[in-house]
T-cell receptor, first 113, second 113 residues
Framework: KAGVTQTPRYLIKTRGQQVTLSCSPI?????VSWYQQTPGQGLQFLFE???????NKGNFPGRFSGRQFSNSRSEMNVSTLELGDSALYLC????????????FGPGTRLTVL | GNSVTQMEGPVTLSEEAFLTINCTYT??????LFWYVQYPGEGLQLLLK?????DKGSNKGFEATYRKETTSFHLEKGSVQVSDSAVYFC????????????FGQGTRLTINP
């Protein structure tokens, strides 16, 4: 089975712009979660989607949003970018079993100038 | 919600040395416990997991035992290799059954030949 794929791998934006990141989960996985990784804050949960519905949400401002399509692919959008949004954004998919096992993609490295 | 505390790094060892990375958790119930590994420039890979108390997870020579008495899930390897150099994360679901993981701060491991 192919793993979780994320596009693009690298992105450079300027403050005030918006960005959309894409994630394709492992085939058959219906849950997609997004995490932000920074050197200062570590790994922080953004949100989780299951069957096109947001099921869990982390403590991020409303500038961060996401959605999931009927084929389980997910997108994450950040509007009005700030310098502090520079991070590695990781997508993870799971079959949504009860043990919480998640499989991560390679991430999208976002740099905000 | 559940939380995890991980041994601070960085850790530097010589090849063939014994490795222990400490992880302790606070949890309601008995959620699954995970170790993830992140190689330079990559996303997180699931290294091993344990789904109930006294379970031992193992993979690639690494082992960790789910100990409820000491609320610990320490990662061990008997003989490390240069290729084990990476950042290691201990993780568990925020609440049992949830797809939202909380992570330790990560331990950077460097193995010298």
């Amino acid at each position: 089975k192919a793993g979780v794929t994320q596009t693009p791998r690298y992105l450079i934006k300027t403050r005030g712009q918006q960005v959309t990141l894409s994630c394709s989960p492992i085939s058959g996985h219906r849950s997609v979660s997004w995490y932000q990784q920074t050197p200062g804050q570590g790994l922080q949960f953004l949100f989780e989607y299951f069957s096109e519905t947001q099921r869990n949400k982390g403590n991020f401002p409303g500038r961060f949003s996401g959605r999931q399509f009927s084929n389980s692919r997910s997108e994450m959008n950040v509007s009005t970018l700030e310098l502090g949004d520079s991070a590695l954004y990781l997508c993870a998919s799971s079959y949504s079993g009860l043990d919480g096992t998640q499989y991560f993609g390679p991430g999208t490295r976002l740099t905000v100038l | 919600g559940n939380s995890v505390t991980q041994m601070e790094g960085p850790v530097t060892l010589s090849e063939e040395a014994f490795l222990t990375i400490n992880c302790t958790y606070t949890a309601t119930g008995y959620p699954s416990l995970f170790w993830y590994v992140q190689y330079p420039g990559e996303g997180l890979q699931l290294l091993l997991k344990a789904t109930k108390a006294d379970d031992k997870g193992s993979n690639k020579g690494f082992e960790a035992t789910y100990r409820k008495e000491t609320t610990s899930f320490h990662l061990e390897k008997g003989s490390v290799q240069v290729s084990d150099s990476a950042v290691y994360f201990c993780a568990l679901p925020i609440i049992q059954g949830a797809q939202k993981l909380v992570f330790g701060q990560g331990t950077r491991l460097t193995i010298n030949p």
